[in-house]
């Protein structure tokens, strides 16, 4: 019978996520099978399952520091961004409908039984389950019908460790404010503490420890030190969309609002040799740049009207008269087209969209998301392109006669005549080291990164750090049996 634990935090962004992956590999390292498991998920950054669907990419990640494969129990409700106040929402992996905040509260007690189900599957492959929670369960008018949180941890019979961020400040404030707040049967599920991202002597916070400890009666599971390779690990959420300096080659990012799956610039980032340059609203894009990267939306009609509001449809347009290439994935490959015609308002409101024009090419949303794992290869070249597919619409037109990808067979992609504007669906791409390597030779420019081989070092390290600064023998200890 599988034992479950749950990682609370005591807000958004206080490194649940890669306390999760780091104990995920630190178990599985253990002679373990270890599950990562996630109620509820809020991000645009999705990865595509091996069953078909769709988890947040923290899961996937997870469930990789884990080595078993993701699948769409792992994160049983993901809720998409597509407005400030609505969402699309997939239910174990498939799009269950969309909902503003209201209709959404409305529908939740509905879902926990599907979580539940979820849960169950997850708990019988395994020895160990790692719950991730969302936000904080400090935000206690979200407690009635909560999800994410303590209501499934009452629910589901799960005990909680509660995370606190040191990094941000008032560490002691958020784990004792949190108890504070909590009703006494939610802050009893809470069976101990730990504090994260703590800089320089972990010793003069002894009494900051032991100070939290006499107010809570938790035990600390650790103080865990800043993790600095965090940042080579993929990220989740768009907050962490950060630009890297390195070298001459400048790919300049803009920063759009619904960006999607941006894990591709990960491998990017990790180039020596490269500079991604995310550029925010109301900055010009820059005049060096070697490349134009437009990113997966999830409202690329609303995120198009963005880029010409910031005005970068002009600096892109003098960017491309000074010679400079431009590559658009999923939205923003559909952005660089002619037209998107939406008839059915699938993005959003229904018509007929003009695009940016640097690709002849037109796109018609439709309802059916497509979903899969893909192997693609270079034309003419054959580069093996690992990847995945996550989008609603078909793009033709007179520039996909230069596909520059073959995508299981078929042929994927659009080019302009120069070659020097180009646009996929396919995510993952900048993962294969021979496409990478062969794709920045192409702009001048030398790869020196074995990105997978980097990443698998990272997850060892992050669990290296978690064996040496947190009990990982309490933390088996304080797991209970599973008995759903």
């Known amino acids: 019978m599988a034992r479950s634990i749950m990682i609370q935090g005591t807000g958004s962004n206080v490194g649940k996520s890669v306390f999760v992956t780091g104990l995920a590999r630190a178990f599985v390292r253990r002679g373990l099978r270890v599950m990562p498991f996630k109620p509820q998920n809020m991000s645009n950054n999705a990865a595509v399952t091996v069953d078909g669907g769709e988890i947040g990419r923290a899961q996937a990640l997870q469930a990789r520091a884990a080595r078993c494969d993701p699948i769409n129990d792992m994160n049983p409700i993901l809720l998409k961004p597509e407005t400030e106040t609505g969402a699309q929402i997939i239910v174990q992996g498939q799009q269950w409908g969309r909902a503003g905040?209201?209709?959404?509260?409305?529908?939740?007690?509905?879902?926990?039984?599907?979580?539940?189900?979820?849960f169950a599957?997850?708990?019988?492959?395994?020895?160990?389950?790692?719950?991730?929670?969302?936000g904080s369960p400090a935000e206690i008018n979200l407690r009635t019908n909560d999800l994410a949180n303590m209501g499934f941890a009452q629910a589901a019979d799960v005990p909680v460790i509660l995370v606190g961020d040191i990094d941000r400040?008032?560490?002691?404030?958020?784990?004792?404010?949190?108890?504070?707040?909590?009703?006494?049967?939610?802050?009893?599920?809470?069976?101990?503490?730990?504090?994260?991202?703590?800089?320089?002597?972990?010793?003069?916070?002894?009494?900051g420890r032991d100070a939290v400890t006499a107010r809570t009666g938790w035990p600390c599971m650790g103080v865990v030190p800043w993790f600095a390779d965090a940042w080579r690990l993929p990220a989740e959420d768009m907050l962490d969309l950060k630009?890297?300096?390195?070298?001459?080659?400048?790919?300049a990012v803009p920063h759009l609002p619904r960006t999607a799956n941006f894990d591709d610039l990960d491998p990017l980032s990790a180039e020596s040799n490269v500079t991604i340059e995310i550029v925010p609203q109301g900055r010009v894009l820059p005049g060096n740049a070697n490349l134009v990267l437009i990113p997966g939306s999830k409202s690329t009609v609303s995120d198009l009207n963005t880029f010409r509001r910031e005005g970068w449809d002009i600096d892109l347009q003098a960017h491309i008269r000074r010679g400079g290439q431009v590559l658009g994935i999923c939205g923003g490959y559909q952005m660089l087209g002619t037209r998107i015609d939406d008839p059915d308002g699938v993005d959003g409101t229904p018509g007929s969209h003009t695009g940016l024009g640097h690709l002849e090419v037109v796109t018609e949303m439709a309802p059916q998301k497509r979903l899969a794992l893909s192997a693609a290869k270079t034309v003419p070249d054959g580069i093996p392109v690992p990847g995945y597919e996550i989008h609603m619409g078909k793009t033709t037109g007179p520039d996909t006669d230069r596909a520059w990808l073959t995508l299981n067979g078929r042929p994927e992609g659009a080019a302009s005549p120069d070659g020097r504007i180009r646009g996929c669906y396919l995510h993952g791409l900048f993962s294969s080291d021979p496409f990478r390597a062969d794709f920045l030779a192409q702009m001048g420019h030398r790869s020196d990164l074995a990105y997978d081989a980097g990443v698998e070092a990272t997850l060892n390290a992050l669990a290296d750090h978690l064996e040496t600064y947190t009990d990982l023998d309490q933390l088996w200890t304080l797991a209970t049996p599973t008995r759903l």
Do not use: H, W
């Open 121 to 134: 599957r997850i708990a019988a492959d395994a020895d160990l389950v790692l719950v991730e929670g969302a």
């Open 243 to 251: 630009g890297r300096a390195g070298g001459l080659c400048k790919i």
């Open 169 to 207: 400040g008032g560490v002691i404030a958020q784990l004792v404010g949190t108890q504070a707040v909590l009703s006494a049967e939610d802050a009893a599920r809470i069976k101990g503490f730990a504090v994260n991202r703590f800089r320089g002597d972990i010793t003069l916070f002894d009494e």
């Open 101 to 118: 905040a209201r209709g959404y509260f409305r529908d939740k007690p509905a879902l926990m039984p599907r979580i539940l189900d979820s």
